[in-house]
């Protein structure tokens, strides 16, 4: 016998939000969550460089997740949607 878990998260009907398009990135503000893996600080410094030189991106919030097995922090994902046009998650290795 074959024991399969099906790996998709349900989505949370109260967490819906209407979604934005951004006509640019010149002076927005871009967060990043960090899931703890290996090098994804690192592609996410360069990143960060290359959005705020190329783009004009005005600033670039980082916040790391304690673990990559648990979702970020409701407070994290508040204080990020707070301050944040764009937020970006990632995966490293």
Same mark, same amino acid.
């Given at each position: 016998?074959? /024991?399969?878990?099906?790996?998709? #998260? ?5 967490? !819906?939000?209407? *979604? $934005? &398009? ?24 360069? /990143?960060?460089?290359?959005?705020? #030189? ?5 600033? !670039?919030?980082? *916040? $790391? &997740? ?28």
């Amino acid at each position: 016998m074959v /024991l399969l878990y099906n790996p998709a #998260a349900t989505r949370q009907p109260d967490s !819906v939000q209407a *979604r $934005r &398009k951004l006509e640019t990135l010149a002076g927005k503000v871009i967060g990043f969550i960090d899931n703890a893996k290996p090098n994804f600080d690192h592609l996410v410094d360069d /990143l960060a460089d290359l959005l705020v #030189a190329k783009y004009g991106v005005r600033q !670039v919030v980082k *916040r $790391r &997740k304690q673990s990559a097995s648990i979702p970020a922090p409701e407070e994290m994902v508040a204080e990020l949607a707070g301050q944040c046009d764009l937020v970006i998650t990632g995966s490293g290795d």
